[in-house]
């Protein structure tokens, strides 16, 4: 049993709509949150970089006293899961993009990935498409300036239509019937997506399927708080804190504080 609170990171707001899932199913643990806006978008990075600021980002949620560490950013799982869990002694749980419950629901064979470049070229990516190729033609495709924006708050209307119609259409033209959202921020674009994926193509979101195994990691470790009223929540940024108090208002109807934190070389201190 523990009190201390789940640590969520991402690279600036998309680890929000693994947040929301996580305190919708764990409402009475404590979470603190951490998005990196200052490097973002992580996707275009090298994954040696986002190795790095992934590790950084880490050790500063166990000193703030986090119990576990959700990687809510499929960018960040690519390039740094595996040494994240040899290097920390709790509990760390990562994302990849849901291929599998995606090869259960289609019916034509065909499914499609949006993800970042960096999510694509990890080995988590390349065992799904080993495991899953057999019995499925996946689909990929990067997308670069999605992700930003997201950030600004572009979630809808003609940019964002326009720029999902050059992503989607070939793999739509493909025969895919299933689309996988294979980055955090894809969530927020959700209306859009479906909106050109049209209503043959199952969208799904794996948010809901990680809070799950969160949950079930808390239990296996014994890790679960002990009270029962609302859990409290922490929010950090490398960014802009009114820019985040303002995405957190505007999308997930929170009033919070921000706190800011600054990099200095590798690490992270508040400022
Ligand atoms: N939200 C991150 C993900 O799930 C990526 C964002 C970025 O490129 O910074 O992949």
């Known amino acids: 049993m523990s009190d201390r609170p789940i640590g969520i990171f991402d690279s600036g707001v998309g680890g929000l709509s693994v947040w929301k899932e996580v305190v919708r199913l764990l409402p009475e643990e404590n979470v603190i949150y951490f998005a990196d806006s200052a490097h973002l978008p992580y996707g275009e990075r090298s994954q040696e970089e986002v190795k790095a600021f992934s590790e950084a980002i880490v050790a500063f949620l166990v000193e703030q006293g986090a119990k576990l560490v959700v990687v809510a950013c499929n960018t960040a799982s690519a390039a740094a899961l595996y040494y994240l869990r040899e290097r920390f002694s709790i509990p ?5 993009p849901a291929v599998k419950p995606a090869a259960k629901q289609t019916h034509t064979g065909k499914i499609g990935v ?27 495709c990067a997308c670069p300036g999605l992700v930003e924006m997201v950030e600004e708050g572009i ?12 992503y989607l259409l070939p793999m739509l033209a493909e025969g895919i ?3 996988v959202l294979g980055c955090t921020h894809y969530p927020f674009l959700r209306g859009v997506i479906e909106k050109v994926a049209g209503p043959k193509v199952k969208v ?17 470790e014994g890790l679960r708080c002990t009270r029962t009223r609302q859990g409290e929540y922490r929010f950090y940024t490398s960014g802009s804190p009114e820019k985040l108090a303002h995405f957190l208002r505007r999308l997930l109807g929170i009033e919070s504080p921000v ?9 992270i201190k508040l400022a």
Request: hydrophobic letters at 40%; charged letters at 35%; a neutral charge.
């Open 92 to 96: 760390i749980v990562g994302m990849e």
């Open 114 to 140: 949006i993800g970042t470049k960096v999510t694509f070229q990890g080995l988590l990516f390349k065992r799904l498409v080993e495991r899953f190729s057999k019995d499925v033609i996946i689909h990929t």
């Open 155 to 166: 979630l809808n209307g003609q940019e964002a239509e326009e720029r999902l119609r050059d």
């Open 177 to 179: 019937d299933v689309l």
């Open 204 to 220: 799904i979101d794996p948010s809901e399927a990680v809070a799950r195994q969160v949950k079930r990691v808390l239990e296996r």
């Open 259 to 267: 706190f800011q934190v600054k990099w200095e070389g590798l690490s």
